[in-house]
C-alpha cells in the first residue's frame, strides 16, 4: 500500500488552520468574531505556538479567550 505523500519537496510536512476553525470554535464559546479576529489570533498562533504543544483546539480556545477578554483577571491560586 503506497502512502500518500504529503512532504513536500524540501522534507517538510505543512499542517493548515484556517480562520474558519478559530469561527467555529469561537461560536462553541459563545463568543463573535469577526475574520479579521480570527486571522489576528491564528497570527498568534502562529507566533506564539509551543513546539512541545503544537496547534490544537485548546491552544485556539485560550487565544480567542484572551484576545477577546484581553482585561479579564487571571484565576489566582491561594
Same mark, same amino acid.
Given at each position: 500500500m *503506497?502512502i500518500?505523500?504529503?512532504i =513536500?519537496k !524540501?522534507?517538510y510536512?505543512?499542517i493548515?488552520?484556517h480562520?474558519?476553525d478559530v469561527? $467555529?470554535?469561537a @461560536?462553541?464559546?459563545d463568543i $463573535?468574531?469577526? !475574520? %479579521? !479576529? *480570527?486571522r %489576528?489570533i491564528? @497570527?498568534? &498562533?502562529?507566533?506564539?505556538h =509551543?513546539?512541545e504543544i503544537?496547534i490544537?483546539?485548546e &491552544?485556539i480556545k485560550v487565544?480567542? =479567550? *484572551?484576545?477577546?477578554?484581553p482585561?479579564?483577571?487571571? =484565576?489566582? @491560586?491561594?
Amino acid at each position: 500500500m *503506497a502512502i500518500p505523500q504529503s512532504i =513536500d519537496k !524540501d522534507g517538510y510536512i505543512h499542517i493548515k488552520w484556517h480562520i474558519d476553525d478559530v469561527k $467555529a470554535t469561537a @461560536e462553541q464559546m459563545d463568543i $463573535a468574531i469577526t !475574520d %479579521e !479576529d *480570527a486571522r %489576528e489570533i491564528l @497570527e498568534i &498562533v502562529k507566533h506564539r505556538h =509551543d513546539a512541545e504543544i503544537g496547534i490544537n483546539w485548546e &491552544v485556539i480556545k485560550v487565544h480567542i =479567550d *484572551a484576545h477577546m477578554n484581553p482585561y479579564k483577571p487571571k =484565576d489566582k @491560586e491561594n
